[in-house]
């Protein structure tokens, strides 16, 4: 079946590091992928979304490219900022008669100033 | 971007009772609603896909007695905890979905205390 592998948190960084959050996926079909992103005590926010093979998402200074040869969607960021504190879901989705969306496991992001 | 809204967004309730928490999509029409729930610290678990007008399927050990979904209208979908008991604590997160663009619209969930 289709899955979503991210890595495990935490992860810590100081205010202006560079971020990378890696998710790879397995799917049948050709799925849409998604980054979302829950600030404590909220619901999840998408963050980014790419459609197709090499597309890229962005969004608030993230970024993702969905690669296909690697079956990878790893999310970047130049600058992190204390802001940034969150915890981060990859996500795909396929159109199996309901849009239904698996989601990694997440990965807790702590920047520090 | 669309809005989901839930009510409430957090309640307390004794065991033996039923909550409902209500998931309304705000300024589109949501043809498929989703319900998840989620354990502190861990990721979301789908427990029922529902589209308006049709009972909902539920995942495999998900108690639809238990966990009652209504999908009455395009843009209210109902989430009846029945005789909730304390291990039925958790953030509950509806979402919805309206074209086929398979991009989800999250409430920003409903924290449920069973005491």
């Known amino acids: 079946g289709n899955s979503v592998t991210q890595m495990e948190g935490p992860v810590t960084l100081s205010e202006e590091a560079f971020l990378t959050i890696n998710c790879t996926y397995t799917?049948?079909?050709?799925?849409?992928l998604f980054w979302y992103v829950q600030y404590p005590g909220e619901g999840l926010q998408l963050l980014l979304k790419?459609?197709?093979?090499?597309d890229k998402g962005s969004n608030k200074g993230f970024e993702a490219t969905y690669r296909k040869e690697t079956t990878s969607f790893h999310l970047e960021k130049g600058s992190v900022q204390v802001s940034d504190s969150a915890v981060y879901f990859c996500?795909?989705?396929?159109?199996?008669?309901?849009?239904?969306?698996?989601f990694g496991a997440g990965t807790r992001l702590f920047v520090k100033a | 971007g669309a809005v989901v809204s839930q009510h409430p967004s957090w309640v307390i309730c004794k065991s033996g009772t039923s909550v409902k928490i209500e998931c309304r999509s705000l300024?589109?029409?949501?043809?498929?609603m989703f319900w998840y729930r989620q354990f502190p610290k861990q990721s979301l678990m789908l427990m029922a896909t529902?589209?308006?007008?049709?009972?909902?399927?539920?995942e495999q050990g998900v108690e639809k007695d238990k966990f009652l979904i209504n999908h009455a209208s395009l843009t209210l979908s109902t989430l009846t905890v029945t005789s909730a008991h304390p291990e039925d604590s958790s953030f509950y997160i509806c979402?919805?979905?309206?074209?086929?663009?398979?991009?989800?619209?999250f409430g920003p969930g409903t924290r449920l205390t069973v005491t």
């Open positions: 300024d589109f029409q949501a043809t498929t």
């Open positions: 790419a459609t197709k093979a090499d």
């Open positions: 979402s919805g979905a309206g074209d086929r663009n398979y991009e989800q619209y």
């Open positions: 529902s589209n308006e007008g049709s009972k909902a399927t539920y």
């Open positions: 996500a795909l989705s396929e159109n199996t008669g309901g849009f239904k969306t698996i």
């Open positions: 799917a049948t079909g050709y799925p849409s």
